[in-house]
């Protein structure tokens, strides 16, 4: 598609429930990138898939967060048992790698995930 | 754990205003990136600075990036309401490296 494409952009949840958020990043792009923005402050880094390559989870939070991309398309990021501070908006980010690796992120719109 | 500051957090002037936003940190970057994010909506790139002391101009912003590639600040001559938003810089550590590091952003209002 011509951007990067997050669903569902509002979900409100039950604390100790699992949640699913889904991004499907520009065609053609190698890298896919999740992370994660509370209270419109700075954006914190949760996981990095490159092609085939094993991804980054170094910022996944805790072993409740996971993610998984298939076919080198489509990424789903879960979150299981969420608590009230799993609360943010989760941002997915797709970007073309370039002999350079200066191509800025796209990102898609997020997940507003709130947890009651 | 890189560190990148912003500073100040939050700005609120007059249009027609000049401002400046800083981004410090002790680390140094290979890269350095400035993006752009409104409401509901996620960052949207405006600029990508790789050399130590090199300077950007996209109309009424201007970046520029530190000698020794730590800092970098966004000038905005002549602030106009559609500048208002939450600006974040963001460092790369190494060519190639795919995961940058987002300073913790500045929140611009342009009051018209």
């Known amino acids: 598609g011509a951007g990067v494409s997050q669903s569902p952009s509002n979900k409100v949840t039950e604390k100790g429930k699992d949640v699913e958020l889904r991004c499907d990043p520009i065609s053609g792009h190698t890298a896919l990138y999740w992370y994660r923005q509370s209270l419109g402050q700075g954006l914190e880094f949760l996981i990095y898939?490159?092609?085939?390559?094993?991804?980054?989870k170094s910022g996944l939070p805790s072993d409740r967060f996971s993610a998984e991309r298939t076919g080198g398309s489509v990424s789903t990021l879960t979150i299981q048992r969420t608590q009230q501070e799993d609360s943010a908006v989760y941002l997915c980010a797709s970007r073309r790698r370039s002999p350079g690796g200066l191509d800025g992120y796209t990102f898609g719109s997020g997940t507003r995930l709130t947890v009651v | 754990t890189q560190l990148l500051e912003q500073s100040p957090q939050f700005l609120s002037i007059q249009e027609g205003e000049n401002l400046t936003v800083y981004c410090n940190s002790s680390s140094v970057f290979s890269s350095l990136q400035w993006y752009r994010q409104e409401p509901g909506e996620g960052p949207v790139l405006l600029v990508t600075v790789v050399t130590g002391g090199e300077v950007k101009k996209l109309k009424r912003l201007t970046f520029q990036f530190g000698d020794a590639r730590k800092d970098s600040s966004l000038h905005i001559t002549a602030a106009q309401p559609g500048d208002t938003g939450l600006y974040l810089c963001?460092?790369?550590?190494?060519?190639?490296?795919?995961?940058?590091?987002f300073g913790t952003g500045t929140r611009l209002t342009i009051i018209p």
């Open positions: 963001a460092g790369g550590s190494n060519f190639g490296n795919e995961k940058l590091t």
């Open positions: 898939f490159q092609g085939n390559s094993a991804p980054d």
